[in-house]
């Protein structure tokens, strides 16, 4: 390959990283929004996890909100 078609080829690769960077970020700024809304719905008290997601007190300690149910 010339060296032009390799920085050709580094630059859109960077820039599907990037893009997908800023569209992860996206998505974990609106399921923060999701959460917190979800406390405030239910009246609980909720936190965010960035790797684990949506967490819920009980009074067992702090519960992911896919696993509520299983809990109660």
Do not use: H, N
């Amino acid at each position: 390959m010339r060296a032009s078609a390799k920085k050709a080829t580094m630059a859109g690769m960077f820039a599907i990283a990037l893009v997908a960077a800023l569209l992860w970020l996206i998505l974990r700024a609106v399921d923060w929004g999701l959460c917190s809304w979800y406390g405030t719905q239910t009246e609980r008290e909720t936190r965010f996890a960035a790797f684990v997601g949506c967490m819920v007190k009980t009074s067992s300690g702090w519960v992911p909100r896919s696993e509520l149910r299983t809990q109660q």
